[in-house]
């Protein structure tokens, strides 16, 4: 004979706090749902764990995934995009628990239980305030870099958001980038510590793209896409 004894069961797993919490308001639409439990869990993958738009129940694909040293389960509704969730809108964390669902290491299923929250509205368009070289300047250094200053933070000026572009035949000028918070300050460095990778008495447009995934303030705002032209000097 073989004989054996099946753990006992214990206490129910419970969610002990969230970020963010149930009814929190004003939430960044690029946040990431952290949710801590009382003890590990199993049981969270595929329908056991939804998010939704409350307003008409369309579901937000996510990742997500277990930390047990913290028993944290975490969402990612993003895929590194940061804003998949739309501003001033009321999501749903649904958390359901049963037998094949969420429960604990020894089959102690979780009461369902939800969260919701809020992110924060939409704000009005961030907008160019200045640069330099400002829109038409001409005579232009070759060696100066390309400073645009925006009405607030902005976020998504990554990527084909931003091109230096020559306006005679469209070629693409290579360049370095970095925003500078304190100032509101996007800056491009095109010359790659040589002061002539723009020709001379050449024309170039900096295009400045707005959009949901491109140049929008951190709340989810685009900007109207913007362009700056400039020529150089000889």
């Known amino acids: ?30 946040t990431f ?7 590990a869990i199993t049981g969270y993958g595929g329908a056991s764990v939804t998010l939704t738009r409350v307003s008409d129940g369309l579901e937000i694909p996510f990742t ?25 809108t009321e999501y749903r964390v649904t958390l359901t628990g049963g037998p094949t669902a969420i429960r604990s290491l020894s089959g ?3 009461a369902t239980t939800t969260i919701t929250f809020t992110t924060i509205g939409a704000t009005a368009a961030p907008v160019v305030a200045s640069s330099s070289p400002a829109d ?14 925006f009405s607030e ?14 306006v005679s035949d ?40 707005g959009g949901l995934t491109a140049i929008r303030s951190l709340s989810g705002t685009p900007i109207t896409t913007t362009t700056i032209t400039f020529t150089t000097g000889p």
């Open 108 to 110: 102690t299923p979780i």
């Open 170 to 209: 469209g070629q693409s000028v290579q360049f370095t980038r970095g925003f500078t918070t304190a100032t509101n300050r996007l800056l491009l460095n095109p010359f790659s510590n040589s002061p002539t990778v723009l020709d001379a008495n050449t024309e170039y447009q900096v295009t400045l793209t």
């Open 64 to 88: 997500r995934g277990f930390t047990t040293a913290t028993n944290r389960l975490l969402l990612n509704p993003f895929g590194n995009t940061p804003d998949t969730l739309e501003p001033g």
């Open 136 to 149: 038409g300047a001409t005579a232009v250094a070759r060696g100066t870099h390309v400073a645009i200053f």
């Open 33 to 39: 749902v952290s949710v801590f439990f009382s003890e």
């Open 1 to 30: 004979t073989i004989t054996f004894t099946t753990i006992a069961a214990t206490p129910a797993p419970t969610v002990l706090s969230s970020t963010p919490a149930d009814g929190a308001a004003d939430v960044p639409v690029g």
């Open 153 to 166: 933070a902005i976020t998504g000026y990554g990527g084909s958001s931003v091109t230096l572009t020559r």
